[in-house]
């Protein structure tokens, strides 16, 4: 079984920018002409300043062939109701950088793109505009069911239930009572384990669960438990759904061992987003990838040397989206 402190050691010299308040002022002109252009309200304003200043844009260089990778940081706009702006900002940089392939946030072994909600979720508008464009869209987070085994490696099946609850959690409560929203997440994890992503994993919880339990049960038990262990004894299930402090990674956040753990969920995401960004550029010369700006601002070095690895003979430079802006 692998070791939480030895990939804590792995880690522990990673940063999580924080907010660059001077650099915010500097660019406080180019902020404002997107708030006029888009009708951005003035409290969106460090948003927006994120969102520019997380999107990148590495350029592959060699001789005549020029290759392309936009990674945008985006705002996750169903959790974020009042940021549907973002999508405005997202068809303007799609548009203007006219790629041939898009990478979203979603499992790599997805097979079917549908935009569904294309109004409320950033997703659902990259493959609407990839089928306006007539471009292929893939996904390019880790494996779904990758998404689960990671626990099950380092003996966290709690903490990942925990986690799974939580990640649907912050989407459900956005319309729905908490009480409705805990059983929705409850649902949605039960179906995954029983004949879903996770169903290859149901055998290792099963080992977890007390004589004559159900399965739902059992998931409402670990999850407590693992909130016991890995957050705080006193805090009840929804209290910690809820708890700010118990959702963002190490090292942006180490407040509770938790924090350690997503950060080894999110390390299994990264290396796949880092993974296939970089192999797409081997197909096509202009990329766009969309993800979490959280995850953009961890990975964003590791993309550029992966692309040293990948392409040597190529001159490689990378720049944020509000330093082209401001040229």
């Known amino acids: 079984m692998k070791s939480l402190n030895n990939f804590r050691d792995k880690i522990k010299n990673k940063t999580y920018p924080k907010f660059n308040t001077d650099k915010f002022n500097r660019c406080k002109p180019i902020i ?31 001789n005549n062939v020029k290759k392309q990778l936009i990674f945008i940081g985006a705002l996750h706009v ?27 946030e979603s499992s790599s072994d997805r097979t079917k ?17 990839a089928n306006k464009l007539k471009i292929p869209v893939k996904g390019m987070d880790a494996k779904k069911e990758r998404m689960f085994g990671i626990f099950v490696d380092y003996n966290l099946i709690d903490a990942g239930i925990f986690i799974w609850l939580n990640n649907s959690y912050i989407y459900e409560i956005t319309d729905k009572p908490r009480e409705e929203a805990l059983k929705r997440s409850v649902d949605i994890l039960y179906e995954d384990l029983t ?9 290792d919880i099963k080992k977890l669960m007390k004589p004559d339990e159900e399965l739902k049960g059992a998931i409402l038990r670990l999850a407590q438990e693992a909130i016991e262990k890995y957050i705080d004894s006193n805090l009840n299930l929804i209290s910690a759904l ?23 969920w999110g390390e299994e995401r990264d290396n796949s987003m880092i993974n296939i960004c970089v192999n797409e550029l081997n197909t096509y010369n202009n990329v766009f990838a969309i993800a979490g700006m959280g995850h953009i601002q961890v990975i964003r070095q590791e993309i550029f040397n992966k692309l040293k690895e990948e392409f040597p003979e190529y001159v490689i430079e990378y720049q944020r989206y509000i330093d082209i802006l401001n040229i």
């Open 32 to 62: 404002e002409k997107y708030q006029k252009e888009f009708n951005i309200p003035e409290e969106s304003a460090k948003d927006l300043f994120q969102v520019l200043d997380s999107t990148t844009i590495y350029s592959l260089i060699l």
């Open 78 to 104: 169903r959790r974020q109701p009042r940021s549907k702006w973002f999508l405005d900002i997202l068809d303007d940089v799609v548009l203007k950088y006219d790629p041939d392939s898009i990478l979203i």
């Open 113 to 129: 793109f549908i935009a569904q909600e294309p109004e409320k979720d950033e997703g659902s508008r990259a493959i609407y505009l």
């Open 195 to 203: 004949k879903g992503w996770f169903s290859n994993y149901l055998t």
């Open 242 to 264: 809820e708890n700010k402090d118990a959702y963002p990674p190490f090292p942006h956040t180490d407040k509770y061992l938790i924090n350690l753990i997503k950060a080894l």
